[in-house]
C-alpha cells in the first residue's frame, strides 16, 4: 500500500494535539478514502471517528499482538501523561472502555470490529475467513461502525427538538418580562 499522509486534530486525554495520520494504515481509512457509486464516502466521519476510539483504546491497553518482549512498560508513570496514571493504571482503563464499547455493540459485530479496526484485516480477508459472500463485510461492517458510534454518542448530524423552550428574554428597556409581569434588572 501507498502512504497517504493527512495531517489532522485528535483529542486525546482531553488535550487536543495535530498528528501526522496515514489514512492507507487502516482498512477503516481506505474505506473512508473511497467513494461509492453515488459519490458518497464509503463509511462516514462519524464511523471512521468511532472506529479509530477503539483502535485507540485496543492500543492503550496494550493488546496489539508484539513480536519482542516489551521492557519499557516498569508501571511507572509516562513521562507527559497528562491523566497522572501509571501505564498499568491507563491500561486496564482503556481495557474497560474497550469492554463497554464491545459489550455495546454486541457479540455479532465485536469480532468484526477488532478484526478490521483493531487487528487491521482486510474486508476481503475477513469475508473469507468467515465464508461470507463477497461485498458482505461492507455491509455488515456499516452496521457495526453505527452501533459503535451510538455507543460513543457520535453521530452524522447533531439531533435535538425543533425549537428550544423559550425560558425568559430581556425587553430592549433592560427589564425582564415574565408572564407579562415587569422587574426592573438585579431585582
Same mark, same amino acid.
Given at each position: 500500500?501507498?502512504?497517504?499522509?493527512? !495531517? *489532522?486534530?485528535?483529542?486525546?486525554?482531553?488535550?487536543?494535539?495535530?498528528?501526522?495520520?496515514?489514512?492507507?494504515?487502516?482498512?477503516?481509512?481506505?474505506?473512508?478514502?473511497?467513494?461509492?457509486? %453515488?459519490?458518497? /464516502?464509503?463509511?462516514?466521519?462519524?464511523?471512521?471517528?468511532?472506529?479509530? !476510539?477503539?483502535?485507540? %483504546?485496543?492500543?492503550?491497553?496494550?493488546?496489539?499482538?508484539?513480536? *519482542?518482549?516489551?521492557?519499557?512498560?516498569?508501571?511507572?508513570?509516562?513521562?507527559?501523561? /497528562?491523566?497522572?496514571?501509571?501505564?498499568?493504571?491507563?491500561?486496564?482503563?482503556?481495557?474497560?472502555?474497550?469492554?463497554?464499547?464491545? %459489550?455495546?455493540?454486541?457479540?455479532?459485530?465485536?469480532?468484526?470490529?477488532?478484526?478490521?479496526?483493531?487487528?487491521?484485516?482486510?474486508?476481503?480477508?475477513?469475508?473469507?475467513?468467515?465464508?461470507?459472500?463477497?461485498?458482505?463485510?461492507?455491509?455488515?461492517?456499516?452496521?457495526?461502525?453505527?452501533?459503535?458510534?451510538?455507543?460513543?454518542?457520535?453521530?452524522?448530524?447533531?439531533?435535538?427538538?425543533?425549537?428550544?423552550? *423559550?425560558?425568559?428574554?430581556?425587553?430592549?428597556?433592560?427589564?425582564?418580562?415574565? %408572564?407579562?409581569?415587569?422587574?426592573?434588572?438585579?431585582?
Amino acid at each position: 500500500m501507498n502512504a497517504a499522509f493527512e !495531517r *489532522t486534530t485528535v483529542e486525546v486525554d482531553g488535550l487536543t494535539v495535530e498528528v501526522l495520520v496515514d489514512l492507507a494504515e487502516s482498512p477503516l481509512g481506505w474505506l473512508a478514502r473511497r467513494r461509492s457509486r %453515488d459519490g458518497r /464516502p464509503m463509511i462516514d466521519a462519524f464511523q471512521l471517528a468511532a472506529g479509530d !476510539r477503539l483502535r485507540l %483504546d485496543f492500543t492503550r491497553a496494550q493488546m496489539t499482538p508484539r513480536l *519482542t518482549a516489551d521492557w519499557s512498560s516498569t508501571g511507572g508513570r509516562r513521562p507527559g501523561a /497528562p491523566t497522572g496514571l501509571t501505564v498499568s493504571e491507563a491500561s486496564l482503563a482503556a481495557k474497560g472502555r474497550m469492554q463497554r464499547a464491545l %459489550d455495546a455493540v454486541g457479540p455479532e459485530f465485536s469480532g468484526l470490529l477488532l478484526d478490521v479496526c483493531c487487528f487491521l484485516k482486510g474486508l476481503e480477508q475477513v469475508e473469507g475467513e468467515r465464508g461470507w459472500p463477497a461485498r458482505t463485510g461492507k455491509v455488515v461492517l456499516g452496521l457495526a461502525l453505527d452501533r459503535l458510534a451510538r455507543h460513543y454518542g457520535l453521530a452524522a448530524s447533531a439531533k435535538g427538538p425543533a425549537q428550544a423552550r *423559550t425560558r425568559s428574554w430581556v425587553a430592549p428597556n433592560g427589564r425582564a418580562r415574565v %408572564d407579562g409581569a415587569v422587574s426592573s434588572p438585579g431585582g
